[in-house]
């Protein structure tokens, strides 16, 4: 993706990230999702640092809006799975 794109593209993850952990309070069905979508980036890039969370966030996140996704649903996959790669951004104990 070009810049422009890209950076475009990264205001929309941080938009779906905020308003994803926002409601998190209010939803535990949404948290519960999101933590079994942080054990599994967990299982699959093993304890990563932030550089390594933005690379896969940024990588996710273009491959989702090259297939045709959308953020239409806070319950979607890919939605839930950027939420979840913005909470471990955040660090423990920090919400």
Request: some cysteine; aromatic content about 8%.
């Amino acid at each position: 993706m070009d810049g422009e794109l890209s950076e475009e593209l990264g205001l929309l993850v941080r938009d779906i990230g905020d308003a994803g952990m926002a409601e998190m309070s209010a939803s535990p069905g949404l948290a519960a999702a999101v933590d079994q979508h942080v054990s599994a980036v967990r299982e699959q890039v093993g304890t990563p640092g932030p550089d390594e969370l933005m690379g896969y966030l940024h990588t996710f996140a273009e491959d989702a809006f090259r297939r045709g996704w959308w953020p239409e649903s806070t319950s979607d996959w890919e939605f839930v799975r950027i939420v979840a790669v913005c909470w471990m951004l955040r660090g423990p104990g920090e919400s």
